[in-house]
């Protein structure tokens, strides 16, 4: 997913991010000042992007959601504070959800060392996140992984941290393992990524045991392969452990 804030240097390269509405506590009573399309000279307005451009909005509150979707978004980050009705249309319109719950996790999980901002601003949205990402993937919205690392203590490198949250709160293991790498490569426009066959590129994780079964076994792969080759680890000698 791009880097967090709006851009529109990024825009020749097929690339454009919105904020779709405040953060924190005021994000449900504030979203109708959403700012849904950037413009060259830095404006905003509500028409749909060019043609071949990727929109991203991180949006909490749900009338910046809809907003954002009615000006023609490809994902929506965040989904804090969805109803019914954004995600009916988030369905309709085949917008993709970004739920990034890793974010509003690590604050709330580190309350001592979070600053009182950052507090004030995630303590009382948590439990909305969870509840509005399981709304979601009851109705059939259409999901990708991402962690909006680089928020408080939100680092890279947790998408398999991510993938066990999702499974926690209402996706299926597998469901939850192609969101992270095919439906994401396939969001932002990546093809023959993402996907473990022929003639696709990925990082490959070896491990042992069944994800499918517990997918916290993601976060301690033996060994990680990158076009072919064995880059970390080891793949163990299976028949020699027979």
Known sequence: MPACGPRTDQAGRGVHQVHGDRRGDDARDRSSNA????????????RGPPAGVHVATHAHGAKGIKAAVEAGVDTVEHGTFMDEEAIEMLITEDVTLVPTLSAPYRIARNVEQA???????????YEHHIESFKQAVEAGVRI??????????????TNSTEISFMVEHGMDPIDAITAMTGTAAETIGL??????????????LVIEGD???????????????????????AIPDLERDR
């Open 144 to 157: 990708a992984g991402g962690t909006d690392a680089g928020t408080p203590f939100n680092y890279h490198g």
């Open 211 to 233: 994800p499918l079964e517990d997918v916290s076994l993601l976060r301690e792969p033996t060994a990680v392969m990158k076009g072919g080759e064995v880059v970390a680890g």
């Open 191 to 204: 093809e023959d990524a993402g996907t473990l066959e022929a003639g696709s590129y990925a990082d490959l």
């Open 115 to 125: 600053t009182k901002e950052s507090l004030r601003k995630s303590g009382p949205v």
């Open 35 to 46: 700012r849904v399309h950037l413009r060259g000279d830095g404006g905003t307005d509500r």
